[in-house]
């Protein structure tokens, strides 16, 4: 060893991050792993030091109580114990750091249990992503307040008679909306343009009604000028493909 070297500061003190993770790689010392698991300013040298601590109720107790979100996110990242990752998913006060959490959990009690509770959509929606259970996106389809929720659970189910109660009776409109387009019954759809009060799902109830009648109707004595017009042109396309099918 030169003289230099002797006095040189070891890689994982280096100034530059991508140098701290390759001295992490060759480091073995739990405490300083666990020193720059916490501090490092680096959020890639910080998750490389995680990754090669050995006693994993440091990670959990990072995970839960290290004041800084950022490192807490590593500390998730790491952690694959379900019963930790459910008390993370639950209580943290990040929702970033609860989606995190929420990649680990398969109990789909849990997961529910999130879905229906948890303050922010963003977390709500992903928990229920991740749910199979029938009667449980039933519920979350027709009740769940943010509408892009609800669709995604649409997603998964195939009922007429869902989307028709989610078409009429859901706060939001967009989610109304969205059940239309799974609708096929045409009286409905066109009882629909008539008596829905947002002039959107009106406009998606006249875009699926392929009933040539029923369209003429709504084009003549809609009170809405919209509705009418998006009733003719729905009735003049139908006539363009027809022409050009023949064509």
């Not at 839960?64 to 943290?92: G, L, M, W």
Request: glycine share 2%; net charge negative; with cysteine.
């Amino acid at each position: 060893m030169g003289l230099f070297d002797r006095f040189s500061k070891p890689k994982w003190e280096h100034k530059k991050p991508e140098v701290r993770i390759e001295g992490i790689k060759e480091l073995d010392d739990q405490e300083i792993l666990i020193d720059i698991a916490k501090n490092d300013p680096d959020f890639d040298v910080r998750l490389e030091a995680m990754k090669k601590i050995s006693d994993k109720s440091v990670l959990v107790d990072i995970a839960k109580n290290h004041p800084n979100y950022e490192v807490r996110f590593n500390a998730v990242q790491c952690i694959t114990d379900e019963s930790v990752s459910e008390d993370i998913a639950k209580n943290d006060s990040s929702w970033e750091i609860r989606i995190m959490a929420l990649s680990h959990i398969t109990d789909e009690s849990v997961l529910m249990d999130i879905a229906k509770n948890d303050s922010h959509d963003n977390v709500r929606g992903n928990a229920a992503s991740k749910v199979t259970d029938e009667s449980f996106l039933r519920d979350i389809a027709k009740n769940d307040s943010n509408w892009k929720i609800s669709a995604n659970a649409m997603d998964k189910l195939d009922d007429e008679d869902l989307f028709k109660d989610i078409a009429i009776n859901h706060s939001e409109s967009f989610a109304r909306g969205v059940a239309m387009e799974r609708i096929t019954d045409q009286s409905f759809l066109s009882e629909i343009a008539y008596t829905e009060p947002d002039e959107m799902v009106c406009a998606v109830a006249v875009s699926h009604i392929t009933d040539d009648s029923l369209l003429k109707d709504i084009s003549q004595n809609h009170p809405s000028s919209t509705i009418r017009m998006t009733a003719e042109n729905k009735m003049n396309s139908k006539v363009m493909k027809i022409t050009v099918s023949r064509d």
